[in-house]
Each structure stands twice: as C-alpha cells, then as structure tokens.
C-alpha cells in the first residue's frame, strides 16, 4: 500500500506502517519515515509546473495528492527583509500557521490508515489546523489548550466544529488530561506522537532549495515548541543528498529558538546533554513555545550539533517588541514566535555567530492576528 517503511529514531525497531502508530513500542520515542530514496527519480528540475503546494514533493510524502486531505497548504513565501535575510511567512498557510503542513499529512495519514476520531493538546494553532483538516475529512476533533490560551485559537477550533477543553496549566497537563479522560476512540496525532506530521513540516527545507535556486541559507532560525519542523528540515536535507540534489558543502547552521520563560532545548544544548529535561513553571506569551517537555527534545539536539548550529534563549521583554517592530518595518504580521526569531537573530548578529554576508533565513510561523 504504502511505499515507505516506520522505524524508531532512536532504537531503529521496524514498525508496520499499514496500521496506525503512534511512538515506539519498545521504548516510547518518535518514529521515522523512510523512503526507497535510491530508487526514486527526482531532481530538482522536475519540480517545475508542478501545483504551487507541498504536494509538489509527492514522490517523497507518504501518501498520494490524490488521496490526501489538503486545503492547498506550502509554498509560502520567502519575503526578502535585509541583504541575504529572508522571512520564510508560514502565516500564509491554510489556518494561518506552519501546522497546516503537519495535520495536513497526519489527517490524510490517519484517515487512509482508518481513524475514526482524532485528538491533540496544542499551545494554538496546532489545534485550529487539527479542527479544520478533521472538518474537511469528515472526521471528530477533539483538542485540549491551556486556559489562558488567547481566545481566537479556541474560537477558530469552534468554527471548523471541534470540542474544546481549555484546562489549567500547559501543554503537557492538556496532554495528560486527554490521555486520562479523552475520547478512547480518538486517534493522538500530538507532536511527534505518530510518524506523519514531521513530513509535512519537512517541506520548508524543499521549498527553501527551490526558492534561493539550489543555494541554501548559511543559518535556518527556527521558533522551537515541540520541534518538529526543526527536525522535519534536518531531516529533509539528508533527503535531498541521498536523491543526488547538489547541496554545497556544508548543511544550513540549524538555530533553535526557545523564550527564556521555556527552554528546555536551549538548556539541553548549553550542557552539552543528549536529551532534555522537563521545564518546571514554563512561562511565555509566545504560547508556540511554552512546551515543557518536547518528546523530539532529543532530535533537536541532535539536529543542532551536526549542523553547527546553536540555540538561543529570548528574555520574554524582547519578544513583542521585536514582533511589532519588524512587522511596521516590511508589513509581515509576525506572531509572537516569529518575534523570538527574530530577537534571536539581532542577539546572534551582535555576537559574531552570523557574519556579514551570510546568508539567513527566519521563520514566521504563524499570523499574529490570533494574539490579539
């Protein structure tokens, strides 16, 4: 049915993926996707004319166009905002947010595989693209948020039909309420609890191959949550080279970037471990980024120290601030996470670790219409 295999990213245990999974049965972590890249035929010339969506990489997405549940989500913008700076505007995705990559190969996973319900904790916009690809493939959402979510994120679930449960504390303590008392029928599609999300979010990396014309950015900084798309795009450009893409000789420095109010990855890098540890009291208005304990926290390690990269905490006074004034600077409505990247680029200017001249790409993961 399906011309991919799933193992574990840490134990490498094979795992059938013609059933639905979620991690690992051996020892609980995320699983991969991997594809029969020595046998499939695509350069980056045959890219062209193809629909201006993440579809255009079919032939390394786990299920076909055809098949899949999609409301026209990737190909966002790459927005020049300075000499070799660009803003990768994931706010022009269908819900307003890069999440609409993820659910949009979840749900479309997940319905082929033979879910009848789906659910998810979210910080935000993970929830509002769950309730929208679940409305257009005809299946029930239900999500849990934080109770001091903005009310936009629960409002927009409402809209495209979901149940919503807004619960005191974070992410994880709405995780573990829909674990202990979410619909059983309901298949988790939670951040790298199954295999699928990760490659959609994977597409960033391919679209910014394409879009800088095969020339990748010296320096990807990315707003860092749960990860995924951190490690969806260290992922990919392993792809690219196994399919024979020309890709230089060094990968894009991979920068992780957290709020100093939750860090556990910035944490984790700083002391040189290999998995992250649990924040206690997280605290941040950049709600995308107060995940206490990231499953993927030790991919994300792994991504950043084999690219050179680093991670940045942002004291939680310069996240607006910079939010709102590079949005009165180039008309991009960055949200609050997208405002952590970009204080996390002016600190990293400052101090020598992007030089002049290199070339830099920032993510805007979503619209900050919904913070307000």
């Known amino acids: 049915m399906f011309t991919f295999t799933l193992s574990c990213f840490r134990c490498q245990a094979a795992h059938d993926p013609t059933v639905l999974q979620t991690v690992c049965t051996s020892c609980g972590m995320p699983l991969r996707v991997d594809y029969p890249l020595a046998q499939i035929k695509l350069a980056p010339a045959d890219l062209a004319g193809r629909p201006a969506s993440l579809w255009r990489y079919r032939e390394v997405l786990p299920i076909a166009p055809a098949d899949a549940v999609s409301l026209v989500e990737g190909w966002t913008p790459l927005v020049p905002v300075g000499e070799h700076v660009w803003i990768k505007d994931e706010s022009r995705n269908p819900t307003g947010s890069f999440k609409a990559r993820g659910l949009a190969l979840a749900v479309s996973m997940a319905r082929a595989l033979g879910a009848r319900a789906l659910c998810a904790p979210s910080a935000g916009n993970a929830a509002g693209a769950l309730a929208a690809y679940g409305a257009a493939a005809g299946l029930p959402v239900v999500v849990t ?91 990919a450009f392993d792809e690219m080279q196994a399919l024979g893409w020309p890709m230089g000789k060094t ?122």
């Open 145 to 235: 948020m934080p109770e001091d979510t903005p009310r936009a994120f629960s409002q927009e679930c409402e809209h495209y039909g979901a149940q919503v449960h807004l619960l005191p504390g974070t992410i994880a303590d709405c995780g573990k309420w829909l674990r202990e008392h979410g619909p059983k029928h309901a298949f988790d599609v939670s951040t790298l609890k199954e295999p699928y999300r990760i490659e959609g979010k994977k597409t960033m990396a391919y679209e910014l191959y394409e879009q800088l014309d095969g020339k990748l950015p010296d320096v990807i900084l990315y707003p860092t949550g749960g990860g995924t798309g951190l490690v969806g795009m260290w992922k």
């Open 251 to 372: 990968r894009p420095r991979l920068v992780s970037v957290q709020a100093a109010g939750c860090a556990p990855v910035v944490r984790g890098f700083d002391a040189g471990d290999e998995v992250t540890r649990p924040w206690e009291n997280a605290t941040t208005q950049a709600y995308g980024l107060r995940v206490p304990s990231p499953i993927g926290g030790f991919l994300c390690l792994r991504a950043l120290r084999e690219t050179k990269g680093t991670a940045v905490a942002v004291p939680e006074h310069e996240i607006a601030p910079a939010a709102q004034r590079i949005s009165a600077k180039t008309g991009i409505d960055l949200c609050p996470e997208g405002g952590a990247a970009w204080a996390a680029f002016e600190r990293l200017r400052a101090s020598g670790f992007i030089e002049d001249g290199e070339r830099v790409v920032i993510f805007n993961t979503g619209t900050g219409l919904k913070y307000r």
